[in-house]
């Protein structure tokens, strides 16, 4: 079985300074990462995706993440926020059949 | 343009009167899944279907019922339903590739919000 575990609920953070999303799986076998945004009232979307390679991938609106497979992390990160972040964030974990998701992260920019 | 539509976006009623909500994507795809979404739960996969006529339980599937008898829809149903049945619901289709979905991306609809009195 497979779990994810997104450690912080909240993350207030004030606009223009960096912020990390942190996200630990757990798995037995080698698995794909994803992190997911949900703005306000709208469905998900994909941030970015780790599936092999460079253990830094880069996604949309400047975020990255950085797959540690040593410490079974996939850290969202980005060095300078704005007030268009705010929303909730998802790190998911799929293997062939199923996609699981981790609780979510509110990251919330203020002025 | 490429969409999961979901219908109703909200509706609220009551315990016990049976209700359908309908999943529809434009893309092909063959994989196809239902997410409900609780505070401090993130989502849970309630049911999914790898292709037309192929549909499996996920963690969640007490309550619910699905059908896949068109590659393109995808409907939730709820027999009976009941208020802890109360929640956000997305629905959610991707690629498969030799049997799973591994890798793909999904594409969610924009959620329907339903509240079970």
């Known amino acids: 079985a497979q779990s994810v575990t997104q450690l912080d609920s909240q993350v207030p953070v004030f606009e223009e300074a960096p912020v990390e999303l942190r996200c630990n799986y757990s798995?037995?076998?080698?698995?794909?990462l994803f992190w997911y945004v949900q703005y306000p009232n709208q469905g998900l979307q994909l941030l970015l995706k780790y599936l092999s390679g460079s253990t830094l991938v880069k996604g949309i609106n400047g975020f990255e993440a950085e797959f540690n497979k040593s410490q079974t992390s996939f850290h969202l990160r980005k060095p300078s926020v704005h007030i268009s972040d705010t929303a909730e964030y998802f790190c998911a974990v799929t293997r062939r059949r199923a996609l699981t998701f981790g609780s979510g992260t509110r990251l919330q920019v203020q002025p | 343009e490429a969409q999961v539509t979901q219908n109703p976006r909200y509706l609220i009623t009551v315990t016990g009167k049976k209700l359908t909500v309908t999943c529809s994507q434009n893309?092909?795809?063959?994989?196809m899944s239902w997410y409900r979404q609780d505070p401090g739960l993130g989502l849970r996969q309630i049911y999914y279907s790898m292709n037309v006529e192929v549909t499996d339980k996920g963690d969640v599937p007490e309550g619910y019922k699905v059908s896949r008898k068109e590659k393109r829809n995808f409907p939730l149903i709820l027999e009976s339903p009941s208020p802890n049945q109360t929640s956000l619901y997305f629905c959610a289709s991707s690629l498969s590739r030799t049997g799973g979905i591994s890798n793909q991306p999904q594409h969610f609809g924009d959620g329907t919000r339903l509240s079970i009195l």
């Open positions: 798995s037995s076998v080698s698995v794909y």
């Open positions: 893309m092909n795809h063959e994989y």
